[in-house]
């Protein structure tokens, strides 16, 4: 949305991709065309668009190509913590890693002309703690480019076939190769060494990014800033041999300061191994550093302690003698999701029957906590369709197969599985709840609503309009209003007794979404209440369907709403088993 942003005011085209595979393709076409582009997704994103990265690195660049890929240590909201450095040792490509928002900022700008002078798509590397890191950043004038768009059509470059990428691998090779000599001299990587020594040694340390930032801390912490030898790498791949061999060469002790795996450690003992230095330095990595989780400045200063012989003692944290109650994350009052969860948990318990829900990445996710409880699989980005193939195959008819994922992860990577799915005739039901925007990332626009990244009007795409394309026969899609729980139920066990592959679209807008137009326009909610002579604090409200608008006072033994939170979707007034819900005012 930032870049967005800057559209009107620069010549800048920017879309939101459907998914990060088209996302990279679309910047890579720009960079055929001679345009300098760039891509931007978390970690597993690039997993989606590794088929078209890897090979992109062979057929190299002419506008200049970055990818940002932003990792996750300590998994805040992604479903693993790998490390996306590895993906630059893997497909042969540079990768960039900045320390500061400042850095981050000038290496991007290098990162282009770097991608064009080496023919290379750029990897740009951040983790979660730089990206939500603010400082002021001072900018530098911004260059008018007279560089023409334009394709070169050159069948021998740009089409991926053996006779072409088979020599292209080949100067793949050289040109990392290159790369690695002149890596001694990129702007952005700096080696600081020292002779004094700490208890009768000299250390050395390496580190990147933002561990890179936590380090120098550490190390003024300690006030041992002068007494090391430091190598910052903003460059993690290929490494500055020369910088390591001087570093190596001038110390006792080298600890790697490195987030996540020991890529820079193994390198790093290979070359001692290549440079005869084994008995010479000491190489340590993951046996002071943790490999899991997010590098704090705490451990740092601890590990750094250790590792030097420095007397240091971490303070310890009081203890405070209270409970605090678990607040597991939760959707958002009204929010349609939990709507559909309520109906599929009604009927599977009126036919008693038991669902296998193969659940996908979205706010819906969070059906997989209390009080809901309902997403019984989940894996990946579309993964809910996928599992089920295979559930389908293998379950006996008394349980139903279920896949439950929302309107933007079904265009991202759920059209393939459902595919598949009708075409090997793989019984299951599908729920694609359709709120119309891409809520757990920010709420960006996708093909559901139409709107672009820019808020223009794109083509708005039905889902039912697409499963019908897929081959589901139009008995078999049912589409109904979310907030209608009569009506939904109804539809819902229609679904459940139908056969083959079937889908099933609530639909209603993502309700924070709802809440900014409600805002903007100013549109009057329903007020709803809890009648108290009504309510026999049964907690079915708050227990077992969970919308956190919903209080319970455990002295009166009575609910009742915080008006702040409710957005008058009068759903309780449906789940509640002796109508207590009811509107005072519409
Ligand atoms: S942001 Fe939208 S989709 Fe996500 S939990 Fe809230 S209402 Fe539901
Ligand atoms: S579900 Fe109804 S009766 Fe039960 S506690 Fe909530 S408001 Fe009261
Ligand atoms: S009307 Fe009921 S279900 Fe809807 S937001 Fe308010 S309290 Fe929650």
């Given amino acids: ?28 076409g720009g960079s055929m065309a001679n345009v300098r582009s760039v891509a931007v997704m978390k970690h597993v994103g690039l997993n989606v668009a590794s088929d078209s990265f890897m090979t992109a690195c062979y057929h190299g660049v002419r506008g200049g190509m970055v990818v940002i890929s932003a990792d996750d240590p300590n998994q805040f909201s992604s479903q693993n913590e790998q490390d996306n450095r590895y993906y630059g040792l893997h497909a042969l490509a540079p990768v960039f890693e900045p320390s500061t928002p400042q850095e981050a900022k000038d290496m991007i700008k290098y990162a282009f002309d770097f991608s064009e002078k080496n023919n290379s798509v750029v990897l740009f590397r951040t983790t979660t703690r730089l990206n939500h890191g603010r400082a002021d950043v001072e900018f530098g004038e911004i260059n008018k480019s007279d560089r023409e768009p334009g394709f070169d059509w050159d069948r021998n470059r740009w089409v991926c076939v053996p006779s072409n990428t088979r020599p292209q691998r080949t100067d793949l090779l050289r040109r990392m190769e290159k790369m690695t000599e002149e890596a001694d001299d990129f702007p952005f990587n700096k080696l600081t060494l020292s002779e004094e020594k700490i208890n009768g040694k000299r250390f050395g340390f390496v580190a990147t990014g933002i561990t890179y930032s936590h380090l120098l801390d550490a190390m003024n912490f ?18 500055p041999r020369k910088m390591l061999k001087k570093l190596m060469t001038s110390i006792d002790e080298l600890l790697i300061v490195e987030e996540l795996e020991p890529i820079f450690e193994e390198q790093c ?9 084994g008995d010479k330095i000491k190489i340590h990595g993951k046996d002071f550093i943790p490999q899991q ?10 590990q750094i302690a250790k590792f030097t012989g420095i007397d240091y003692n971490p303070p310890e944290l009081p203890s405070l003698d209270i409970s605090v ?21 009604e009927v599977s318990k009126k036919y008693k029957m038991k669902f296998i829900n193969n659940n996908d990445i979205g706010c819906y996710s969070l059906g997989v906590n209390k009080p809901l409880e309902i997403a019984d699989t989940a894996l990946c980005m579309g993964g809910s369709i996928g599992m089920a193939n295979g559930f389908a195959k293998i379950t006996p008819k008394d ?14 990577s759920g059209v393939a599985p459902l595919i598949n799915a ?31 990244l820019t808020d223009e009007v794109g083509t708005r795409i039905l889902i039912e309009d697409v499963v019908k394309g897929c081959g589901v026969p139009e008995e078999n899609i049912w589409v109904h209003e979310a907030y209608d729980m009569e009506g939904l139920r109804e539809k819902f066990e229609q679904a459940v007794k139908a056969k083959g592959v079937r889908v099933f679209i609530p639909r209603h807008m993502c309700s924070l979404q709802e809440l900014r137009l409600i805002k903007k326009n100013k549109i009057k909610l329903p007020v709803i209440k809890v009648d108290q002579d009504l309510c026999i604090g049964c907690q079915i409200c708050v227990r077992q369907f969970g919308c956190p608008a919903i209080n319970f006072d455990y002295e009166m033994r009575k609910a009742y709403i915080d008006q702040k939170q409710c957005r008058g979707c009068k759903t309780c007034i449906y789940i509640c088993p002796s109508k207590a819900f009811h509107v005072v005012d519409e």
Avoid at 11 to 28: L, T
Avoid at 293 to 302: H, M, N
Avoid at 329 to 345: D, F, L, T
């Fill in 293 to 302: 989780g997010e590098l704090k400045p705490e451990t740092i200063i601890t």
């Fill in 269 to 277: 003992k290979a070359f001692a191994f290549d440079w005869n230095l």
């Fill in 325 to 345: 109650p678990p607040r597991l994350p939760q959707m958002c009052p009204a929010c349609s999701h939990r709507n559909i969860y309520w109906v599929m948990k």
């Fill in 422 to 452: 009708v075409y090997n005739k793989n019984d299951m039901l599908i729920i694609i709840s359709d709120n119309s925007f891409t809520s757990m990332t920010g709420g960006q626009n996708n093909p559901s609503n139409g709107k672009t």
């Fill in 1 to 28: 949305p930032n870049v967005a942003k800057c559209v009107p005011y620069h010549p800048i085209k920017a879309e939101w991709s459907v998914n990060e595979k088209v996302a990279f393709e679309c910047a890579y």
């Fill in 222 to 239: 300690h006030g041992i800033k002068d007494k090391v030898s430091i190598l910052k790498l903003g460059l993690v791949n290929p490494l």
């Fill in 399 to 412: 349980i139903l197969v279920t896949a439950f994922l929302g309107d933007s992860t079904f265009f991202h």
